[in-house]
């Protein structure tokens, strides 16, 4: 079975492209979303607060606005933070890649496939991009949260150019391609045996 994975920057439409390959059936599995279901569970809830300490949960719940201030400011913080969640993500990616065996091929969903280096353990990778400015309007509409602070998100993720130059596919997200069509040409590809 071939995996497939699909990324993009913070605001490409990544999620919104994975959904449009679920509706033709595709198995999706969501990283970014996993990681904080298995944040909030043991052993990495322990490992959390060993690291980042007890504000880190907040009410027995990720406290998420904290730990974004303490990682996003500094790279080894967030290091640290990778270095606890990857491996976590990557056993449970395998696990549940296991029940997936109806499948011609799956999606891997990761924000940071290659910068992680995850890229190398899939079969082909596809990168969703957007430009930077709509990007910063959908994240501000999206989490109700301030340009300044999506900024310093995506200054810790590799820039589309750096990303596309690695990508086996774009899907471009700038409104000026329909997505469905898009997408519905590369699943022609990846189902094809």
């Known amino acids: 079975m071939r995996v497939i994975g699909i990324t993009g920057g913070i ?36 490992k959390i607060i060993q690291a980042f300490g007890e504000n880190a949960y907040l009410n027995g719940q990720l406290n998420r606005t904290y730990l974004a201030k303490e ?27 296991e029940r997936q065996k109806a499948a011609d091929y799956v999606l891997k969903e990761a924000a940071i496939l290659f910068e992680s280096g995850a890229y190398h353990a899939v ?15 959908r994240v501000v509409k999206r ?26 596919h774009i899907v ?5 391609k329909m997505l469905i069509p898009q997408v519905l040409e590369l699943h022609k590809k990846f189902s094809k045996k």
């Open 11 to 46: 605001g490409s439409g990544k999620t919104t492209t994975c959904k449009i390959f679920e509706q033709l059936g595709v198995p999706v599995y969501y990283a970014d979303v996993r990681a904080k279901e298995l944040m909030t569970q043991e052993p990495l809830r322990s």
């Open 71 to 97: 990682v996003f400011n500094s790279k080894e913080k967030l290091s640290v933070l990778n270095g606890i969640v990857h491996p976590a993500v990557g056993d449970d990616f395998d696990e549940w890649l």
């Open 123 to 137: 079969d082909f990778t596809v990168l969703v991009i957007a430009p930077e400015d709509v990007r910063i309007d």
């Open 143 to 168: 989490d109700g949260i301030s340009r300044e602070d999506v900024m310093k998100r995506m200054k810790n993720q590799w820039t589309q150019e750096r990303k596309a130059k690695l990508a086996d």
């Open 172 to 176: 471009n997200n700038d409104g000026s």
